[in-house]
């Protein structure tokens, strides 16, 4: 992934929960994971029939039932079909059979690195309202103001999916698919893959 210099500065403001997170992923992918990989953050694939992909990580129907492969695709995927992939910041982990090669060359792949964009974003704001309540509380020096900013700022992205969530439930859509989040994903990564095709 070609980056100017300047987009380092972004660590300054993701580094705890890019450490977090690539720790989340290195454990993925020690118990149930594959092809790990840097792409701008750390990836892994996740194994077909491993765990999650036998239990959590299954993709289902609107009834609620779980979704298998045709026969001739599960040597090939696994039995279950899964979510495409999940971002935990600078990283995460894909479905089996949904990660490429070297760059971003899946729709997948796309989708969560649109997601990646959407976790700076929070980031770089959650930051911006730690650093305010810091500097409002400067002259306490108290140990809650401390904790208190460490939240803040940590909590970014999960507030901002979450509200994001609530808010499509509210306006009556899918708390999931309706998210601005996931729209923006989805359009975003059917577009790349359009332009890919030359269509």
């Not at 009834?63 to 090939?76: R, T, Y």
């Not at 992205?157 to 808010?167: E, H």
């Not at 899918?174 to 989040?181: D, E, I, N, Q, V």
Request: charged share 20%; hydrophobic share 40%.
């Amino acid at each position: 992934m070609d980056r100017p210099a300047r987009y380092l500065l972004t660590h300054l403001w993701t580094w705890p929960w890019d450490l977090i997170s690539w720790f989340a992923v290195l454990c993925i992918w020690l118990f149930w994971g594959t092809k790990l990989h840097w792409l701008g953050g750390l990836w892994c694939e996740l194994k077909k029939n491993s765990w999650p992909t036998r239990t959590w990580y299954r993709k289902k129907d609107e009834h609620g039932s779980p979704q298998m492969h045709p026969i001739e695709k599960q040597v090939e995927l696994g039995m279950w079909k899964t979510w495409g992939g999940s971002t935990l910041g600078h990283g995460g982990f894909y479905g089996p059979g949904r990660s490429g090669g070297e760059g971003i060359d899946t729709e997948v792949e796309f989708h969560e690195h649109v997601h990646v964009e959407q976790f700076e974003v929070a980031l770089w704001v959650s930051f911006l309202y730690a650093c305010a309540v810091f500097v409002h509380n400067a002259v306490a020096f108290n140990a809650y103001s401390y904790w208190l900013c460490g939240a803040i700022w940590l909590s970014g992205f999960a507030v901002f999916y979450c509200c994001a969530l609530i808010q499509a439930w509210l306006r009556g859509e899918s708390a999931y698919k309706g998210s601005t989040l996931e729209e923006a994903a989805y359009s975003l990564a059917e577009d790349w893959e359009r332009q890919k095709q030359g269509k």
